[in-house]
């Protein structure tokens, strides 16, 4: 049986993120009541381990480290057919750069048992790093493919996949356990379905904190990240705009006049 | 006797050549390394590597340790990650550089948490605070973000390609190559079998006069289509923005800003987009910038110069004919 682990974040809604801002004073997060959703490119490995599934006998365990309201976003993946979800949340585990992200995760992984293969999406939405995947794979001692966009070959041991590569790919063959990162190509993430809603309901969510996974202190969250925010600059606007009026037609002319007179069409 | 650790590069090939953005990073270490009066070394693997070392010295290296072997040729991340971070452990590194390319973003975390340090992602400055401490500079929610790392060693850090310029190469400069052992027993666990580059479709964004870019505000596939046409109609190249790729409706090629490219069009035209700082530091250097967008209070307009308040989805068809009616006009005069 192949142990898929798919790691998903909770971010603010991508499509409200307009609202969100910094606090100047503390420089944290004021999510505004920007309600929380799984990670766009978690969806697309999410959808990737049901399509294993479907292949192959698999079972699926939903990974996330997060607050407690993110047991919704597992709960929202156990309804689309994982097996098993499990929440990481622990106020030692709050502050956690990418590092401390992915070594959380890793001891968690060990403290799932055993696994072939780790899906997460390529990047957040919100903190748009990379790393937690890589590091991750680094921390558990095994190969990562980042970006991966096809999967070629399903063999016992090796699995050959292509992987974005600028304005191309690479063919990669690499043995499991692995992590792969993906990218939206990689599929069409699937919409939830009424009746797996239902069955979701019986499944039950692990929450684990720092005493389930055994780590020090130091280790996890904002103590165990080697970068922190030292300071934030409010962003300054160096264009004086004209906000043109009139009717549509006018707008338009207006514009396509201006820019004939700046010289740049 | 140098008291700091170097700044590092790890420098990129594609089929022999050096990409534009390690020599950019060489330009921007050379700085640092001055402020810290330290040496800028480079690391580049790769097969036939035997002008290279030499442009990366014009560029202002001090030294090049050079991975050569036909098994370094393409990218192979388990042999690349233990070269790096083997001689990283020898040299001690105050700083560590590396491009934001699909290389760069997968090398630079691997190597990162072998080495127990921190990696701050696609960074748009690289500045030193009063203690000497890197700080990376991001764009974040409403502002932009200093990172740093206080503690561990080296110091982390991805940038794109075009944040920094080439600096003017001086050919008199001299400086150390150092040929990198290659282990006898390659690891075995991953292996890049081929690295396919197509030609993409449209005009490139980098070296674009003209670009088009649209955000989530095009609704759907079919808005998305109208800017897509926009672009055609000027011959312009069409950029996008996360929230865009997200949906599906564009590449990530496509993205422009931090995580993404970083253009400098003659004219940028920002289409159903918020002006969110990630996005709109990638097109600083444009020179007139117009955005379209149908929420009068929306952030974008404080950042272009002409702001057109307007349903993007109605106001771009009447747009493409305007501008078709100007050029026909330009051809019968």
Not at chain 1, 184 to 204: H, Q, V
Not at chain 1, 210 to 235: A, N, Q, R, Y
Not at chain 2, 222 to 230: K, R, S, T, V, Y
Request: glycine share 8%; charged share 25%; with cysteine.
């Amino acid at each position: 049986m192949l142990n898929i682990i798919v790691c998903v974040k909770a971010v603010p809604d991508p499509k409200e993120a307009c609202n969100i801002q910094i606090d100047p004073a503390t420089k944290t997060l004021m999510r505004c009541d920007v309600p929380l959703v799984v990670n766009p490119l978690d969806k697309n490995a999410m959808e990737a381990a049901l399509k294993l599934k479907e292949k192959m006998d698999a079972k699926i365990t939903v990974l996330s480290m997060g607050p407690p309201e993110a047991g919704n976003i597992v709960k929202e993946c156990l309804a689309l057919g994982a097996d098993q979800g499990i929440l990481l949340s622990d106020p030692a585990f709050a502050g956690a750069d990418a590092y401390a992200t992915a070594y959380t995760l890793a001891k968690s992984v060990e403290h799932v048992g055993s696994f072939d293969l780790i899906l997460c999406g390529m990047a957040s939405s919100d903190g748009s790093t990379e790393w937690v995947g890589p590091e991750m794979g680094t921390f558990l001692n095994i190969p990562v493919v980042t970006m991966v966009k096809e999967i070629v070959e399903i063999g016992d041991e090796w699995w050959k996949v292509k992987a974005g590569f600028e304005t191309g790919f690479r063919l990669v063959r690499v043995k499991l356990p692995a992590v792969f990162t993906v990218t939206r190509e990689l599929n069409a993430p699937r919409a939830l379905s009424f009746s797996g809603i239902i069955k979701a309901r019986k499944k039950e969510i692990t929450r684990w904190g720092i005493d389930e996974l055994g780590v020090p202190e130091e280790s996890v969250g904002i103590k165990g990240s080697p970068t922190i925010v030292s300071k934030l600059d409010s962003k300054e606007s160096k264009r004086a705009v004209e906000v043109i009026s009139g009717t549509r037609e006018e707008k338009a002319e207006y514009i396509v006049r201006k820019l004939a007179d700046e010289g740049v069409i | 006797m140098e008291t700091n650790g170097p700044v590092w590069v790890i420098a990129e090939q594609m089929d022999c050549r050096l990409l534009a953005v390690s020599l950019q990073l060489i330009g921007q270490a050379r700085k640092l390394a001055d402020r810290l009066e330290t040496s800028v070394e480079a690391v580049l693997m790769g097969d036939n590597m035997d002008l290279q070392p030499q442009q990366l010295i014009a560029a202002g290296a001090d030294r090049v340790y050079v991975g050569n072997a036909p098994d370094l040729a393409d990218y192979q991340p388990e042999l690349y990650t233990e070269l790096v971070v083997n001689l990283a452990k020898a040299r001690q590194p105050e700083i560590v550089l590396i491009g934001s390319t699909a290389m760069g973003r997968e090398l630079a975390p691997l190597v990162a948490a072998s080495l127990k340090t921190g990696l701050t992602a696609h960074c748009i400055d690289l500045v030193l605070d009063e203690n000497n401490i890197l700080e990376a500079r991001i764009p974040a929610y409403g502002g932009l973000l200093s990172i740093i790392c206080p503690e561990k060693r080296p110091q982390m850090a991805t940038v794109a390609a075009g944040v920094f310029s080439i600096p003017e190469p001086d050919e008199t400069r001299t400086g150390e190559v150092v040929r990198m052992e290659i282990p006898e027993h390659l690891p075995g666990r991953i292996q890049t079998l081929e690295i396919i580059q197509e030609e993409s479709e449209g005009v490139p964004l980098e070296s674009a006069n003209i670009v088009v870019a649209g955000g989530a505000g095009a609704g759907d596939l079919e808005g998305w289509n109208i800017i897509a046409a926009l672009a055609k109609t000027l011959n312009a190249a069409l950029g996008s923005t996360r929230p865009a790729v997200d949906e599906g409706w564009t590449d990530l090629e496509t993205m422009i800003g931090q995580s993404g490219k970083m253009v400098a069009p003659e004219l940028y035209i920002g289409v159903g987009l918020s002006g969110e700082l990630q996005h709109m530091v990638g097109i600083r250097n444009a020179k007139v910038m117009v955005a379209v967008n149908n929420d009068p209070k929306s952030p974008v307009f404080e950042q272009v110069d002409y702001g057109i308040v307007d349903d993007c989805r109605e106001f771009v068809p009447v747009l493409i004919e305007k501008i078709k009616e100007y050029k026909e006009k330009q051809v019968t005069c």
